[in-house]
């Protein structure tokens, strides 16, 4: 009933044709995209292969990759996509939720795992982890960005995001709510976009 | 919000003003990171172990108060609570299950490890009901106002 009405009024207002409104979505009736929970397990098991083999290689696959998606994404969801949502209108902002954000509540989480723990392995096999190595201190630093980024996205951003798509599958969702959220959302994304800029700059101090 | 939005959406209701669940639970969280950050700085060698107990003890007794606090709200949407508490959880401990594998892989050992386990314990608990609080919170239940 909910849909239709919103169809309804995004046709009415000029914004789609009709027949490209009866495709806006809802969040997903399970919030999280089932489909994507053996993808997430495949990448947890094999970073468990990959820490129990102690294979150089395999952990740097899956810190520097996992990184550099979970850095990109940071950046540019921050950056990028975080004030244009924020100028969007509530229905624009519905509309983009529904689809982005059931996602991104399974690919963070995975990339943030794959990434610190084969991260702290390689410290360890190449002994930044000694607090006598010369690098050390940016080791420390690293854990401290994540620390502060971890305090952010899990304790503002990710409890914003979920209650966003519950809101949003309510009959009669509040839309006042749902943009204030969303605000809450651009603010803080920006925040751990400027966080990353920080990592990149430890991350390649570590390397060279 | 465009004309007509408002045949779709629910006109908002004043917030309801609830215990500081979430401000508590993000302390509570932040004083585990520290506490995470402290001993992993000092690994693989001796930590000195007393600065993160103390903030691991903190942690843990904010996370209790903070429980205590919620089971006390009125009405409140304990279906909804239960269900976003419950997936959360299961993901939770799989990602604290996957940093204490590491740490053990890495050969943490004693009192160290015994911290880090308590530390991601109160971690996979206080996670998942600063989200389950979050989306409950704007669940309209029986005897709240504009329910």
Redesign the interface.
């Known amino acids: 009933m909910?849909d239709a009405?919103?169809q309804g009024?995004a046709a009415?207002?000029g914004l789609m044709p009709p027949e490209a409104t009866r495709a806006m979505p809802r969040p997903p009736r399970t919030i999280?995209p089932l489909w994507g929970l053996p993808i997430v397990a495949a990448i947890?098991i094999g970073?468990?292969f990959a820490?129990?083999s102690n294979s150089f290689w395999a952990l740097d696959f899956y810190h520097v990759v996992g990184g550099g998606i979970w850095t990109a994404l940071d950046l540019f969801v921050g950056l990028v996509i975080g004030p244009i949502i924020g100028s969007m209108?509530?229905?624009a902002r519905a509309e983009f939720t529904a689809r982005f954000m059931p996602k991104m509540l399974l690919i963070m989480?995975t990339l943030v795992?794959m990434t610190?723990?084969s991260g702290?392995?390689l410290a360890?096999h190449v002994g930044f982890?000694?607090?006598s190595a010369p690098r050390?201190g940016w080791?420390?630093a690293s854990?401290?960005v994540v620390?502060v980024m971890?305090?952010i996205a899990?304790?503002?951003l990710?409890?914003?995001n979920?209650?966003v798509l519950?809101?949003m599958r309510?009959p009669?969702?509040?839309?006042?709510?749902?943009g204030r959220l969303m605000r809450r959302f651009a603010y803080t994304a920006g925040v751990t976009g400027v966080m990353q800029l920080a990592t990149l700059v430890i991350m390649t101090r570590l390397a060279t | 919000m465009i004309a007509g939005e408002q045949d779709v959406y629910e006109v908002a209701t004043p917030e309801r003003r609830l215990p500081p669940i979430t401000a508590i639970a993000v302390l509570a969280m932040a004083l585990v990171i520290v506490g995470g950050i402290d001993i992993a700085a000092q690994i693989p060698g001796q930590p000195a172990l007393a600065p993160p107990a103390v903030l691991t003890a903190l942690a843990a007794a904010l996370l209790v108060a903070d429980l205590v606090i919620l089971s006390r709200v009125r009405p409140f949407a304990w279906r909804r609570f239960r269900l976003v508490f419950g997936c959360t959880l299961a993901a939770y401990v799989v990602i604290a299950g996957m940093i204490g594998y590491v740490l053990v892989d890495d050969g943490t050992r004693g009192g160290s490890l015994a911290l880090l386990v308590i530390m991601l314990l109160v971690y996979a608990v206080d996670i998942p009901l600063l989200l389950a609080f979050t989306v409950a919170r704007y669940e309209q239940v029986e005897g709240e106002p504009g329910a």
């Not at chain 1, 009669?172 to 749902?178: A, C, M, R, S, V």
Request: glycine share 8%; charged share 15%; hydrophobic share 55%.
């Open positions: 909910a009405v919103l009024l009415g207002a999280v947890l970073e468990v820490i129990a209108s509530v229905q989480p795992t610190l723990a702290f392995q360890r982890l000694e607090a050390h080791v420390v854990f401290i620390g971890s305090v899990l304790g503002i990710e409890p914003a979920l209650a519950f809101e309510k009669k969702p509040n839309g006042e709510l749902i």
